[in-house]
C-alpha cells in the first residue's frame, strides 16, 4: 500500500469521525442550552454583587492571591480584588468570543449547501452569543470600569482576525484553542475549589458545560484539517502556533494591567506574581491537552518544541 493511501484513508477516517462529532454537537446544543436572562437568577437577593461581600474572595486558584501581597490585604480590599478580577476577567472573556465570533461568521460564509460545519458553526456563535450577554451583564452589575483586553491586543486582532479565519482557518483554531483551553481551565479550578458567590458559580457552571462542546469542535476540526494542509501550512502553524498560544494564555489567566492600577498594586509587585512558580505552573498546565494534540497532529518539530518553551508553554 502507497504511503498516499495510507494517508487517503486515514484522512477519510478522521473526516468520518469529524462528520459524526458535528452531528454529536449539533443534536446537543439544541438539547442542552442556556439563555442568559432566563437561565440565571439575576434579581436573586443571594444572587447580588457587593463590593466587600467575602463570598468574592478565593485565594486558592488565582497565583496573584497566594502571595503576601495579598495576604497583607484587608477582608475588604481582599473582596474588592476579587470582584475587579473576575470582572476583568468576564469583559476579556467577551472581548475574545467577539473576536471568536467574527472568524466563526468568515468560515461560514463560504460553507456550501448542506455543510454540518455551517450548522454547528452558528450554533456556536448563537451559544457565544448568550455568554457575552451573561458576561457583560455581571459586568454592569459590579459598576466596575474594567477595560478587558488590551487595546493593542484588541486593535491587532480587529484587523486580521477574519483574513486569518479565510486564508489559514487551521490557524484560526489555533487562536480559538489559545482562548478556550486557559479559560476552560481556570474555570474549571475554580469550580472545583468551590465558589462561595452564587452568581459566580452559576456563570461559570453554564460557560464551562457549553466551552466543553467548543474545545471538541476546534480540537476535532484540527484533527481533521490539519492532515489535509500542504507540509508548507503545517510548517507555519506549528511555528506561529506558540506565540498565538502563549499571548492568547497570558491574556486569558493573568490579571490586566487596569486591575493592578486599580489596586495600587506596585508594577515591580505585579511583574513578581506574574513571574512566581504559582503561575509559570499555571501557564504551563493550561495548555497542557493543546500541547498534546500538536504532538499527535505531528506539529511539534525541534523547532516548535523550543518556541514552547520560550513561551513558557512547555512542560509536563
Ligand atoms: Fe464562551
Ligand atoms: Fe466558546
Redesign the pocket.
Given at each position: 500500500m502507497s504511503v498516499a493511501h495510507i494517508q487517503d484513508s486515514k484522512f477519510t477516517e478522521s473526516f468520518g469521525s469529524y462528520s459524526k462529532m458535528l452531528a454529536r454537537l449539533n443534536k446537543l446544543s439544541v438539547d442542552k442550552h442556556f439563555d442568559a436572562y432566563l437561565d440565571v437568577s439575576w434579581e436573586d437577593p443571594e444572587f447580588q454583587i457587593e463590593p466587600g461581600d467575602p463570598r468574592l474572595i478565593e485565594s486558592s486558584v488565582d497565583p496573584f492571591t497566594q502571595s503576601e501581597w495579598f495576604e497583607n490585604l484587608s477582608t475588604e480590599a481582599k473582596a474588592q480584588y476579587c470582584l475587579y478580577r473576575y470582572s476583568s476577567c468576564l469583559k476579556t472573556g467577551w472581548h475574545f468570543?467577539n473576536l471568536?465570533q467574527r472568524g466563526l461568521l468568515a468560515i461560514a460564509f463560504r460553507e456550501k449547501n448542506g455543510s454540518e460545519t455551517f450548522r454547528y458553526v452558528h450554533h456556536?456563535i448563537i451559544?457565544?452569543s448568550q455568554?457575552t450577554l451573561m458576561f457583560q451583564e455581571y459586568v454592569n452589575r459590579s459598576g466596575l470600569p474594567v477595560r478587558g483586553m488590551a487595546w493593542r491586543y484588541r486593535f491587532v486582532a480587529e484587523l486580521i482576525i477574519e483574513r486569518v479565519a479565510k486564508a489559514n482557518p487551521v490557524l484560526f483554531f489555533v487562536f480559538?484553542l489559545g482562548?478556550?483551553e486557559p479559560?476552560d481551565h481556570l474555570q474549571k479550578s475554580l469550580l472545583k475549589a468551590g465558589l462561595k458567590h452564587p452568581l459566580l458559580e452559576r456563570i461559570m457552571r453554564i460557560?464551562v458545560t457549553?466551552?466543553a462542546?467548543?474545545?471538541s469542535f476546534a480540537r476535532h476540526y484540527l484533527e481533521s484539517h490539519v492532515p489535509k494542509a500542504s507540509r508548507g501550512q503545517r510548517m507555519i502553524v506549528s511555528l506561529v502556533a506558540p506565540f498565538v498560544l502563549g499571548i492568547m494564555a497570558r491574556i486569558m489567566i493573568f490579571p490586566a494591567s487596569d486591575l493592578r492600577k486599580h489596586t495600587k498594586m506596585g508594577f515591580l509587585e505585579y511583574r513578581r506574581l506574574a513571574r512566581s512558580p504559582q503561575s509559570r505552573a499555571m501557564l504551563r498546565d493550561c495548555l497542557q491537552r493543546t500541547r498534546k494534540l500538536f504532538c499527535e497532529l505531528g506539529l511539534m518539530g525541534p523547532a516548535a518544541e523550543v518556541l514552547w518553551k520560550i513561551h513558557g508553554i512547555w512542560g509536563d
Open positions: 468570543e471568536l456556536e451559544e457565544e455568554h480559538v482562548g478556550e479559560a460557560h457549553e466551552e462542546r467548543h474545545l
